[in-house]
């Protein structure tokens, strides 16, 4: 026996510069009120648990902000790609995201489905509660309870707050950049209220450029997050907050590990679109197996919380 302590994992979501970064919160929040993004309201909390998937994260921006950032990109989706109308598809995919969205108690919600007319497999979220799911998706699938997987996963973006992280984060990576400016341009605008007549103006003129640049550092940064693909943890959350989505919905989570099996099997030669942004399908496939047996073996306890035991090394 050389160690018997258990493994913690490493904090996530909250480097100790996003820490620091947070320390300057109302700071920014001044700064930027009255730019194009306005970092505040009261759902910021900063470094805070999730309390679907017991992770911390960063959270500088409010779901409605991103919701009406998503917006444009969603009608966007939209009029590049031709949409369904076909009821075998938008009635079975708007039946089984009802079910899914009331296993992960969001039915109160308002929720936007769409079939794209496309052979891709493939499906995505976008904030405010926006999934669109490929034909080729729906039609690789061997049921509903596949579908309902793929569902399961969208839904665990939303309720794991990935997006929100991801533009907090590239935010704070943004800010870090131009973190000097932010403390100059506070300490700037207190110095122009002591100045008078062309002093006092040269003085707000470069106030308001430092305000500027901060503005497009939180909009690149903004930009980032909305436009990159979700980390692996963030896949591998939704993975297991899919599967729980499923079995509180009545479906067998079973399907899911079937469904990534097919997906392994289907891979080798030509990579589907939706593998090349997600982690290998086999360790998708065996991850979830692990999951659903250890929930089964909890009975009445399980299905609580996307935690595994922590692994002792004796
Ligand atoms: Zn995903």
């Known amino acids: 026996m050389w160690c018997n302590h258990d493994h913690h994992q490493p904090e996530e979501g909250c480097s100790s510069e996003e820490k620091q ?7 920014i929040q001044g700064l930027a009120a009255g730019g194009m993004l306005t970092v505040a309201g009261t759902s910021i909390t900063g470094c805070a648990t999730n309390a679907e998937t017991g992770a911390r994260q960063l959270l500088l921006v409010g ?51 769409e079939v794209f007319d496309q052979d891709t497999k493939n499906a995505f979220v976008l904030p405010g509660n926006r999934v669109g799911f490929y034909k080729g998706m729906m039609d690789f699938t061997d049921n509903d309870d596949q579908v309902a997987a793929i569902m399961g996963h969208e839904v665990g973006h939303v309720t794991g707050k990935h997006a929100a992280e991801r533009v907090s984060t ?11 400016t932010i403390v100059g341009a506070s300490q700037m605008g207190k110095k122009c209220r002591s100045l008078t007549g062309r002093e006092a103006s040269n003085c707000e003129q470069s106030a308001a450029r430092n305000t500027q640049l901060l503005n497009g550092a939180l909009g690149m940064g903004f930009q980032l997050g909305i436009l990159m693909p979700f980390s692996r943890r963030h896949e591998s959350q939704s993975d ?13 989570a079973h399907q899911a590990v079937k469904l990534w099996e097919k997906m392994a099997e289907n891979s080798p030669n030509r ?9 290998d399908p086999s360790r998708r496939a065996r991850d979830l197996h692990n999951y659903i047996r250890y929930q089964e073996t909890l009975g009445s306890q399980g299905w609580q919380s996307i935690k595994l035991p922590k692994i002792k090394k004796t």
């Open 21 to 27: 970064l947070l320390e300057r919160r109302s700071l």
């Open 63 to 113: 779901e409605g902000q991103l919701n009406q950032m998503a917006a444009a990109s969603w009608d966007d989706a939209k009029q590049k790609t031709p949409v369904s109308k076909d009821p075998r598809y938008t009635n079975r995919l708007r039946n089984i995201g009802g079910r899914i969205s009331r296993g992960a108690n969001k039915e109160n919600e308002a929720w936007d489905y």
């Open 170 to 180: 590239q935010m704070a990576g943004q800010l870090a950049v131009v973190g000097g």
């Open 240 to 252: 297991l907050l899919g599967a729980k989505y499923m079995h509180k919905a009545g479906y067998d």
């Open 271 to 279: 990579q589907p679109e939706f593998l090349s942004t997600h982690p």
